[in-house]
């Protein structure tokens, strides 16, 4: 409570102890929901060597823990961080509290025009891991409208939570 309203917290971001859906998040999810604040969740669908991260959590994972709380506000990590992107994005497009940012060092052809398809600009985040550059080059040569790379950089449904914090 102090973060939030003390010293200008706007989320959470929570790593892949667990899955996103593992009920001993539960009492996280519901702070989270009456603190209003959105979770960040490390996430990503690895295909190759997942025994190095067995609890990150994917797509179907999100879909899950949106379902059983559809006023939590959820933010998967990464779409762009490696493994089946597709396959999460999939998972997730029926998800309206569910939202995504483009980090990650995948760079694959067509990544920011499929998550602008399947979940629409209004639930994308730009972010970068690692250096800025590649980050920001996926987005402004996305084959996208400009309209919706205006919305990714500077979400208008998340910008409550950028308000609070100065």
């Known amino acids: ?26 009492p996280i999810i519901e702070k989270c929901i009456d603190l209003d604040i959105p979770i ?21 994972h999100f879909a899950i823990a949106a379902k059983e709380y559809p006023e939590a506000i959820f933010i998967h990590g990464h779409i762009g961080g490696g493994g089946d992107w597709y396959w999460s994005l999939k998972a997730m497009a029926d998800c309206p509290n569910v939202f995504t940012d483009i980090s990650g060092s995948v760079h694959d052809t067509g990544i920011i025009e499929k998550t602008v398809q399947m979940m629409g600009a209004d639930r994308m985040l730009f972010a970068t891991d690692g250096s800025y550059a590649p980050g920001i080059g996926k987005l402004l040569g996305a084959k996208i409208p400009d309209e919706d790379k205006i919305k990714i950089m500077n979400n208008p449904r998340l910008a409550r939570y950028l308000e609070r914090g100065m």
């Open 40 to 60: 960040l969740h490390h996430a990503g669908k690895l295909t190759v060597g997942p025994e190095s991260q067995p609890f990150l959590s994917n797509g179907v």
């Open 1 to 26: 409570d102090r973060c939030i309203n003390e010293l200008g917290m706007i989320g959470i971001k929570l790593y892949n102890h667990y899955f996103i859906s593992d009920p001993v998040l539960r």
